[in-house]
């Protein structure tokens, strides 16, 4: 049974292009084409409004928040080309550092694992990916990888923190390596490693045939391999696995959707993958033990009563 | 499994957008869903839309955090724990199968415990959303009971040669109780003018419940003709299995039972009830006949009720695995009527064939919970049932439904606790779940963190707890509660962390000069070992309270430990110095003289260091007037110090002269010189004469001697004791090669000893003349000249050699003496003396009552000579050795 429990009523002016909950789920921050950020309390299905951040000059695509042991911390990215952080302290929000070194609009910011510190990467549609990262001392320092994707970089997302083969043999001690994941304009899903401090490309994932609109590296649940779900404008989305051996990744078709797939995200466990789009349904997708992955549950928007439907497939 | 899976949709009914719809993930079961769609190359202006954008909340599997079935989780969780527990003891050997049927029976007794709790509920309440809600999970609750207790009797109750009959009508009876509408018809007068008297008889007797049926009939006004006793007759004669079950076998029983039903069907024959058309139907079902089953159709109700009615009448020895092959005759009598095959009817059915895969596919897809088909997987993989069906998912399908039963769990606020009980018990999977959970989990408060890290800690996830630390250690950090940060920081052990702490403490300290927190800085035990600059505050601390509750001695000893062992912070060295002059003034001596040495070396360090700072980076701090001034008020506490803790450790020999005793016998004063042990000297008494004058002599191999004399000429004297101590000077062999250093109040302040000439028009020229005679006389030099007392020069000091004095110094004035203190540094040695090794006192091994008494004996003789006279303490020191001069 799925059951709408509540509505928030964001008051944005104009599209709301990402929500994101703080670590616990307690916060959500939205942006928008309004140019702004909104802060909600959602605690115990109550939403207030808390905070509303004002300092982008165009639409804010998208929203991450770092992890709690840094404190509040939001990154934004926007149309303006900017990369704003934002921290609060005593309940007011202000800049922390804004990065400007994109040539064109910044589409995706992500936070890494906060085992590797207070590190984001961002991809902009001028093609290149940037990682950030803070010494601590309040000083930032900034990497790029030039032409990531031709035409543009959409996505960017982060792999978990666990060492390649650590699970496998747990005295293995070797600090995991800084891995992502990004997606553009030129059908492409590409793995990046930093290496002695350098961004490399590690892999270049071929199996679509329009624009990469999301990419998602899933959390770790204990098993040595990776997996990866990406989206495109080709309507599909695909699940990409690496078995934690070698560098061969495997790609398995999880859907055709009727229209583009906008956006992945993996729940905690990483046992669920939520994919919505321009059909106006988000869908959630879970892997059985043979490795199908089939649609448990969906949510449609449009006109139409609450039904509960028993569909074999 | 695909198809195992059911799509449940939810639709939102929402013309905000056309765009698209995009979605976050919250806690568990919680989707934020809200219209919108990621970033187009170019601001699509033709896409804006100005209406409100919503976003909802949406989740899913939540009947559970109902109240009712809440308690409902929690009591099948401990019926779950217990299994575990007891199935892994048994794993060794023994079987389980006893327990196993325990705890199916539990669980069914729960549900029915809920579904009663439920039923009240419903009928209590009057709001018809609250009411309809009840209803609804009674439903659930009566049917998981239903499907669970037929699959207890055919999967996990084997009964002896797989006869189920008695369990299926236990089964039937208690879904389908006619107890009220019995009670009604025995209360009205006449029972079988009771609408539903036949049909509650009908029903009594396909169910079995013979006794009932008996007495309903014998309530019937013609219970006494005969063809009422000829059914009750046959009645009665019911052969029972379960009764026979022992010392009888099956043969028997089916023999028994022919024989009866072949009775039956005679009297049937026989037209014995034919003037009764109620007791002939009740006769055709004791002989079974075919057709009066489907004729009763409408109260039996249920195809499956029908089932078990028909076999008890039939098939009285049917086999469970059997039961299979008479279903699709009563599925035929309900085929044509409005019931449809139901979720509930299928999952019966598949039950009946043994399919046990079929039944968890089936139940997981009708009920909107993972509660039962978790629990019951969980039994029936206990009991081997699902190896023994060579399940394609292999053991795995029993964490699989508790994974996500466990998950379920998670998101809500008083059940996440079971769920991380479920987990533990998912071997393959559960703990990684366990620790993506844990680090999401939100920390609203100190309990829930608290009991986050005992999860944590039980199961040695540290990287978790350390996790939570930190986190709420920020927390206290940011809203300025040193205090509870560093309990959290210290639970992590969290170098960075607990000495960022340390140090705001320290400077709390250092600005407000209180810690806050005492309580938990006291406390710290051995967890102040994480950082050294936790150490240090504790240490510090104990020195507080040490110093607060008068054991100084002690305090010092710690004072000195951490300057010594460089523990503190550079920075906070002048605090620590500042906070040795109160003991520095103490009324007992407390740091001895090489404690002294160190604390002098420590203040000198740090000045050193703040002059190279200040060279260095002109904005970076000086002392300030405050702290000048204390380190001024410091560096005369440890001079003062150092001579009480010279005189008061026998380090020296001291060779003195006392003036004799006053007229009531009271010593006080005289001369006296100190010299250090490490040098040999010795007294010269030779060079005594009769006034207060003591003379020693250092021996020094390869150099001159050094020959030391102490003088005092009180100011009342008429001239005798300058007499005298020209006799003294006189007596010195002055071919020997020595050194001659004579010092002390002469009283003799009209000197102008830049010349030297007595100052012209001053008292007493007489005096003042002899002395400067006597220096000419003796080759001496007086070297003194700056003021000792007041604006005069009374202390002297006359040398024979003066180009040995390197330095000549006055210090400000030591107890009550209204002189200064003469200081003076030579070059007499030729020869180094070798540095002996520094002494350190063990105090806290000391034998304190002797030190103590010897200290007090100490201090009274000091005493009681400074009270008496106006003493100066003359030191010379020597490339770290140390005269002392007194009188």
């Known amino acids: 049974m799925v059951s709408v429990i509540n509505s928030i009523d964001t008051a944005h002016e104009d599209m709301i292009h990402d929500a994101q909950l703080d670590y616990y789920g307690t916060k959500l921050a939205t942006c928008s084409s309004d140019k702004t950020i909104k802060i909600f309390d959602v605690k115990d299905g109550q939403q207030t409004l808390i905070n509303e951040l004002q300092g982008h000059d165009g639409p804010v695509w998208q929203l991450a928040w770092a992890h709690p042991m840094f404190g509040n911390l939001i990154a934004s990215c926007s149309y303006d080309r900017k990369v704003i952080i934002w921290k609060e302290t005593n309940g007011t929000w202000g800049k922390l550092y804004e990065y400007t070194n994109h040539d064109s609009s910044v589409n995706s910011v992500i936070f890494a694992p906060q085992e590797f510190g207070l590190v984001l990467a961002c991809g902009s549609s001028d093609g290149s990916i940037s990682i950030i990262s803070s010494s601590g001392d309040g000083s930032w320092t900034a990497k790029k990888i030039n032409n990531a994707h031709s035409i543009g970089c959409n996505a960017v997302s982060f792999a978990p923190y666990v060492s390649p083969g650590a699970l496998l043999d747990p005295y293995n001690k070797q600090t995991p390596l800084k891995r992502i994941v990004s997606g553009g304009c030129d059908n492409l899903v590409k793995i990046w490693r930093e290496e002695e401090g350098e961004w490399k490309e590690e892999k270049k994932l071929e199996g679509h045939s329009d624009w990469v609109r999301d990419v998602a590296w899933a959390p770790s649940i204990g098993l040595p391999r990776s997996t990866i779900a990406s989206c495109s404008q080709d309507f599909r989305v695909i699940i990409w696995t690496n078995d934690g051996t070698g560098n061969d990744w495997s790609h398995k078709i999880l859907h055709k959707f009727n229209d583009v797939v906008w956006h992945l995200s993996w729940s905690i466990t990483g046992n669920i993958l939520a994919c919505s789009g321009g059909d106006n349904k988000v869908s959630l997708w879970k892997e059985t033990l043979e490795g199908q992955w089939v649609c448990i549950s969906d949510v449609n928007k449009g006109q139409g009563q609450v039904t509960d439907k028993s569909i074999s497939s | ?887």
């Not at chain 2, 076998?249 to 109620?278: P, T």
């Not at chain 2, 003034?585 to 002098?600: H, N, P, V």
């Open chain 2, 1 to 887: 499994m695909a198809e195992r899976e059911k799509v449940f949709c939810q639709t939102i009914y929402d013309p905000a957008c056309s765009a698209g719809l995009q979605s976050t993930w919250g806690f568990g079961n919680q989707l934020f869903v809200f219209p919108g769609r990621k970033p187009t190359l170019y601001p699509e202006n033709q896409l804006h839309c100005r209406r409100l954008q919503e976003i909802r909340e949406v989740r899913w599997d939540i009947d559970l955090y109902h109240p009712v079935m809440r308690k409902l989780v929690n009591e099948s969780h401990n019926i779950f724990v217990m299994l575990q527990k007891h199935a892994a003891e048994k794993a060794v050997g023994g079987s389980i199968h006893p327990l196993i049927l325990k705890s199916s029976r539990q669980y069914i007794a729960v549900l029915i415990a809920y579904s009663d709790e439920l039923k009240k509920l419903a009928d209590a309440t009057i709001d018809e959303d609250k009411k309809e809600n009840y209803l609804d999970l009674l439903r659930l609750l009566k049917m998981s009971e239903l499907i669970w207790s037929l699959c207890e009797i055919l999967f996990l109750d084997s009964p002896a040669g797989g006869l189920v009959i008695t369990q299926l009508l236990d089964w039937i009876r208690i879904h389908f109780t006619d107890e009220e509408t019995i009670l009604q018809i025995l209360q009205e007068e006449r029972p079988d003018c009771h609408q539903f008297y036949w049909d509650t008889v009908y029903r009594l007797v396909l169910q079995g419940q013979i006794d009932h049926a008996r007495r309903l009939l014998s309530k019937h006004t013609a219970a006494y003709s005969d063809n009422f006793q000829s059914i009750d007759d046959l009645l009665k004669r019911m052969p029972i299995f379960s009764q026979m079950s022992r010392g009888h076998s099956v043969a028997e029983f089916d023999m028994k039972w022919r024989h009866w039903q072949d009775d039956a069907q005679r009297r049937l024959e026989e037209q014995e009830f034919a003037g009764n058309k109620q007791l002939r139907t009740i006769c055709r079902i004791l002989a079974g006949e075919e057709a009066v089953f489907t004729e009763l159709q409408d109260i039996c109700g249920t195809w499956y009720h029908m089932l078990v009615s028909k076999m008890l009448y039939q098939h009285p020895t049917v086999k469970a695995i059997d039961l299979q092959y008479y279903v699709q005759s009563c599925l035929d009598v309900y085929r044509n009527s409005q019931q449809r095959l139901g979720e509930l009817d299928n999952i019966l059915l598949v039950a009946l064939e043994f399919d046990i895969h079929q039944v968890i596919k089936e139940s997981s897809s009708m009920f909107s919970n993972w509660w039962f088909v978790a629990h019951l997987t969980d039994l029936l993989q206990h009991c081997g049932q699902l190896e023994a069906h060579k399940l394609q998912y292999g053991s795995n399908l029993r964490e699989f439904l508790l994974l996500d039963y466990a998950s379920s769990l998670m998101s809500n606020k008083s059940l996440w606790v079971v769920g991380v009980s479920y987990l533990d018990h998912c071997l393959e999977f559960g703990r990684h779940y366990l620790e993506n959970f844990i680090e999401n989990m939100p920390i609203e408060t100190e309990r829930k963190a608290q009991k986050l890290l005992n999860i944590c800690k039980e199961r040695n996830m540290t990287e978790q707890a350390r996790s939570i630390c930190k986190v709420v250690g920020m927390r206290h950090l940011n809203n300025k509660r040193l205090g509870a940060a560093l309990t959290w920081f210290l639970r992590s052990k969290d170098v960075a962390f607990a000495t960022v702490i340390a140090e705001k403490f320290l400077l709390e300290y250092s600005e407000s000069g209180s810690f806050t927190n005492l309580d938990l800085i006291d406390n710290l035990g051995p967890s102040m070992l994480l950082s050294n600059r936790l150490t240090f505050l504790g240490k510090y601390r104990e020195f507080h309270k040490l110093y607060e509750d008068g054991d100084f001695f002690a305090a010092g000893s710690l004072l000195l430990s951490l300057l010594d062992s460089r523990l503190a912070p550079k920075e906070f060295w002048l605090t620590l110095l500042k906070d040795a002059i109160p003991l520095l003034e103490a009324r007992e001596l407390i740091f001895s003289s090489s404690d002294t040495y160190q604390l002098m070396h420590c203040l000198e360090e740090l000045t050193k260091e703040f002059d190279v700072m200040k060279q260095k980076d002109g904005k970076r701090r000086a002392f300030s007037e405050h702290e000048k001034e204390k380190l001024g008020l410091l560096k005369l506490g440890l001079t003062r110090n150092l001579s009480r803790a010279i005189v008061t450790e026998e380090l020296f020999n001291v060779y003195r002269s006392d003036r004799p005793p006053n007229k009531n016998n009271q010593s006080h004063g005289g001369v006296l010189i100190a010299i250090n042990k490490e040098l040999i000297s010795t007294e010269v008494s030779e060079l005594k004469t009769d006034c207060e004058i003591v003379w020693s002599q250092i021996n020094m191999t390869g150099s001159k001697n050094l020959l030391i004399g102490a003088y005092y000429r009180p100011s009342s004297n008429k001239g005798t004791s300058l007499q005298q101590l020209e006799l003294s000077l006189s007596r010195i062999n002055q071919s020997s090669n020595t050194n001659i250093m004579i010092g002390g109040d002469f009283n003799l302040g009209h000197i102008d000893w830049s010349i030297p000439q007595v100052i012209p028009g001053k008292p007493d020229a007489e005096h003042h003349n002899k002395l400067l005679e006597l220096l000419e006389n003796f080759n001496l030099q007086q070297i003194v000249n700056t003021p000792t007392r007041k604006e005069r020069i009374l202390d002297l000091i006359l040398v024979n050699n003066p180009t040995t004095v390197n330095k000549v110094n006055t210090l400000p004035p030591l107890g009550l003496s209204d002189h200064d203190i003469v200081y003076i540094e030579t070059d007499t040695w030729l020869r180094k003396v070798r540095q002996h090794p520094r002494k350190i006192l063990k105090y806290d091994k000391a034998n304190w009552e002797n030190i103590e008494a010897d200290l007090q004996k100490t201090l009274e003789e000091l005493t009681v000579m400074n009270n008496n006279n106006n003493s100066t303490i003359n030191e010379i020191t020597e490339g770290g050795d140390l005269l002392s001069l007194l009188h």
